[in-house]
């Protein structure tokens, strides 16, 4: 059975498979994953959620924690990538919440931040983080690692 | 579930008020640089579209000078590490 992101067509039923030239769209395709995009700065959500719907990630946005929070419990997503500094409920905050959680807390975390204190980066894999990288980053590196954190852990 | 945002929004978009020194200048500078690495980036990966030779090539320099850029910045504003870190009392460490 061929299975796709629910919001695209099927490539290869139209034979246009072999004409794609982006790296993440031919091995990653089928992916059914949903990824949470937890981030206040539009523009960087809205080119995060193209480049991962590229690479065949269902995608979720949240412009603040607290709505991130309510689409963790909601969507449970596959993954989410978490900006620290958020409106209405921070990063860590929601990190705290989270891990109240036992089914939530499980749910691998990488964390995308313009922060600059060193602290941060400690305080976030204490927390559980798996990934943490800081802006600007390329968004390739990011798609990879949120394919190399779901494939592998 | 909640929409991905589908445009930008100026007025929701300013991250730094130019009447205000921000609070921590390599966080404030690191935002609108990374929104001209990612954009860049789709660019010059044509998932916006396909590109000519030439104007991927430009893009290429636009992301190689911008990753310069973030770098220069890092070593111009990076602040002192703290000598100390407070834990905020909501918060129970793992």
New interface residues.
């Given amino acids: 059975m061929i299975v796709t992101n629910k919001n695209k067509p099927d490539l290869r039923v139209h034979g246009l498979l072999e004409l794609l ?2 790296e993440e769209s031919l091995p990653n395709y089928q992916r059914l994953e949903t990824v949470l ?1 937890v981030e206040d ?11 991962l719907e ?1 690479a065949g990630f269902e ?5 603040d924690g607290l ?1 991130a929070l309510q ?1 963790v419990i ?2 449970e997503p596959d993954l989410i990538i978490l900006d620290l ?1 958020l409106p209405r409920l921070k990063g ?2 929601l990190l ?1 919440r989270l ?1 109240l959680e036992s089914h939530l807390s499980e749910v691998p975390t990488m964390v995308l931040t ?6 941060d980066e400690f ?1 976030a894999l ?3 983080v798996k990934r943490y990288l ?7 590196k990011v798609t990879n690692e949120a394919i190399q954190l779901l494939s592998h852990g | 579930m909640s929409p991905c945002s589908s445009g930008v929004n100026p007025a929701k978009s300013a991250v730094v008020d130019s009447n205000q020194e921000p609070a921590d200048p390599l966080h404030a500078a690191r935002k609108p640089l990374a929104a001209i690495v990612a954009f860049a980036e789709l660019l010059h990966d044509e998932l916006a579209g396909p590109l000519v030779p030439l104007q991927k090539e430009h893009l290429g320099v636009i992301l190689e000078r911008a990753d310069e850029l973030g770098d220069l910045l890092v070593g111009l504003l990076s602040p002192v590490a703290p000598t100390e870190t407070k834990q905020p009392e909501w918060e129970d460490e793992p």
């Fill in positions: 030239e982006v995009v700065q539009l523009e960087l959500q809205r080119a995060l959620s193209v480049r590229a995608v979720v946005c949240a412009s709505s689409s909601s969507i500094d860590f905050k705290h891990s313009g922060s600059s204190n060193p602290e305080r204490k927390w559980g800081r802006k600007p980053t390329s968004l390739r």
